[in-house]
C-alpha cells in the first residue's frame, strides 16, 4: 500500500465489515493485544458496528488506496448510568500500516468528532507491554491509570493490562 496516495477517513458502513474484520482478527490469531482467542466472524462484526452506529457514537475507517487500513471507535466503557459520560476508544491498524502515522490521523480525527457535551472521559485499555499503542495515546494526552497483573491469560502467558484515561475537559479546543 501506497502512503504516498492521500488517506481518507470516513464514517464506517456496514459494508466494512469484511475489511474490519480483515485487520481486526489478525491481531487476534497472532498477539495478545485483543484477549479474544478466536476470530470474529464477518456476522459478528456487523452487529458490533450497528451497535456503535445506534448509540450515536463516532466509528471511522482509513482509506488508502480503495482500501480499508485502520479503523477506530468510542463504545460505551460500562452500562451503569453514572458511566455514561465515560467511553472508551478502540484502534486497530492493518498490521502493515503501522507506524506510518495512519494511527495518530485517525486518533486525531476521532478525538475531533467526540461529542464533549455526552462525553467527559475516555478510557483505552491496552494489553501490556504495547509500546506503539502506549506511545500513540500518550501523545494525545492520555495517562496512565492502573495496571492489572496478570489479568488475562493468552498464548499460554498471563498478560497484564493497563488503562489509560484522557479526562477531555483538560484539553485545549481551540
Known amino acids: 500500500m501506497n502512503m504516498e496516495n492521500e488517506m481518507l477517513i470516513r464514517a464506517v458502513n456496514i459494508g466494512d465489515a469484511q475489511a474490519i474484520c480483515s485487520i481486526y482478527n489478525y491481531y487476534v490469531m497472532n498477539t495478545a493485544i485483543t484477549f479474544e482467542t478466536s476470530e470474529v466472524s464477518v456476522s459478528d462484526m456487523r452487529g458490533r458496528i450497528e451497535e456503535v452506529l445506534d448509540s450515536g457514537l463516532p466509528y471511522f475507517v482509513a482509506v488508502v488506496d480503495n482500501k480499508i ?39 486525531d480525527y476521532l478525538l475531533s468528532h467526540v461529542d464533549y457535551k ?21 501523545k494525545f494526552g492520555f495517562k496512565k491509570i492502573s495496571h492489572m497483573k496478570e489479568i488475562g491469560r493468552k498464548f499460554d502467558e498471563w498478560r497484564d493490562v493497563g488503562h489509560w484515561e484522557l479526562i477531555l475537559s483538560s484539553i485545549d479546543r481551540s
Open 69 to 107: 487500513v485502520g479503523y477506530c471507535y468510542i463504545h460505551r466503557w460500562n452500562g451503569r448510568c453514572a458511566y455514561s459520560s465515560t467511553k472508551e476508544l478502540s484502534i486497530y491498524l492493518d498490521k502493515n500500516m503501522r507506524q506510518k502515522g495512519v494511527g495518530s490521523q485517525l486518533f
Open 118 to 138: 455526552t462525553t467527559h472521559v475516555l478510557i483505552s485499555g491496552i494489553c501490556i507491554p504495547n509500546k506503539a499503542s502506549v506511545r500513540l495515546h500518550e
